[in-house]
Structure formats: C-alpha cells, structure tokens
C-alpha cells in the first residue's frame, strides 16, 4: 500500500467480521482482516485511523528517544528490574571494563567509547546464563522441553518458539523483573505445548501463572524502557 507506512497486512480465515490494528514499537503496522476483505476497503480503515496512527508512532518514537542511553556518570541502568547508577572508574586493564559491584555499574575510563558496546555484551552474557538457568527449572517442572535456546537482539520481541521447539529471547529482557522475565520464558515454553494463541493456550498459561495478565501489563507499559 503506497500510503508512507510501514504496514503488514494479516489475512485471517478464522476472523469474522472486525478489522483490527495495532502499532509495534519500531513503528510497523499491523492490520489484521477477514480472509476475503477487498483491498479498498483495507485502505479505507487505514485513512479513517491516519490521524491516531501518527499519534501513536509519535508517542513511541518520543519514548525510545527519552530511553536512549547517554552513558555518564549517574545515569541508571537496569537489571532485573533494579536501577544502577553508573560509575566512572580507575580501570587496570585486568578482567572486563564493565562490572556492576556493590550496586553501581562501574565502567573504566579508557573504555567510555565503547561503552555501548560493553553493556551489550555484558546484558547478552547474563541472559544466557540466568535464562538458561530458569529455562531448564521451568522445563523440568512443565515436562515441556525445547529443542535449543539463543540469545538474540531483537529489539520488540522479547521471546519466541519456533516450529521446531527451539526457543529464542532478547538480551533485553534481562533489564525487567524476575517476575516478568519468567512470564516471558514460560510463554514461550507453553508454545511448545500450543502453538497458537488460543483459548486453550491462555487456559493452560493461566493454570502456570493465575497472574500473567498483570505481569503482561508491565511488560506493555515499562517494555520501551528495556534497551539501551
């Protein structure tokens, strides 16, 4: 659709009647339709929502603008949900330049040009072990067992389960509270169970965690603030 936006049509057999649309984080459009819905009347849903959808894709390029990490003195960073001050420090050139000791991040003064860099790498390494750690918990008690795990950098999808039961999580989601990150890794578990996002994958979903509604909406409300 040559509109300016970046939009992804979803055809679905199952749908009905309605049309629906929602706004990714990184400004994607997703509209999602009856099967046979014409093409015009696609676009027309499209126009009538113009107004709200610039809003919206404002609101969420505002966000990850205020997010944006500057890396100076003070500036906090999270951590299991937990907020870090960064410290600037004397570095000896022995170990990694990046470590979080005694409740600051501290980051050697040699290194400041990299520090992007340096707490990308450091989030990505502690995900693979604390996710890998829950993963394998949650999967000895679910009896759901996955084919493989990664760590990835995905920006807007925190978690997903392939057709083959290989699981793949965003280093990012490592910034969030243990709470969240274990409704993340235990969604994705379920998928190995349900593939879809049926009523008998939340049934299921919900007999694990009575309140992953509650940990899905901090996850919608606080996710922007995941990243760097």
Not at 47 to 76: D, L, Q
């Amino acid at each position: 659709m040559d509109n300016g936006l970046n939009v992804q049509l979803v055809r679905s057999k199952r749908r009905k009647k309605t049309i629906s649309l929602r706004i990714k984080d990184d400004g994607k459009i997703i509209v999602c339709v009856p099967y046979h819905t014409p093409k015009r009347e696609v676009e027309g849903f499209i126009h009538e929502k113009g107004s709200w959808i610039i809003k919206k894709i404002s609101e969420k390029e505002r966000s990850a603008k205020e997010t944006e990490k500057a890396f100076i003195p003070g500036e906090k960073f999270l951590y299991f949900g937990e907020s870090y001050p960064l410290e600037i420090g004397n570095t000896n050139n022995k170990g990694f330049p990046l470590k979080l000791y005694f409740g600051k991040f501290i980051l050697g003064q040699d290194h400041l040009d990299k520090a992007r860099d340096l707490f990308i790498y450091w989030y990505k390494r502690e995900a693979k072990e604390k996710i890998e750690e829950r993963v394998d918990y949650f999967s000895k008690r679910l009896q759901l067992f996955p084919e493989g795990l990664k760590i990835t950098s995905a920006k807007y999808r925190w978690g997903s389960c392939s057709r083959n039961n290989r699981l793949s999580f965003s280093w990012r989601i490592i910034m969030a509270p243990l709470s969240v990150i274990d409704y993340v890794l235990i969604h994705e578990l379920v998928h190995i169970k349900e593939k879809n996002h049926s009523e008998r994958f939340w049934t299921y979903l919900e007999t694990i965690l009575p309140d992953y509604r509650e940990r899905r909406l901090w996850l919608k409300k606080n996710g922007h603030k995941l990243g760097l």
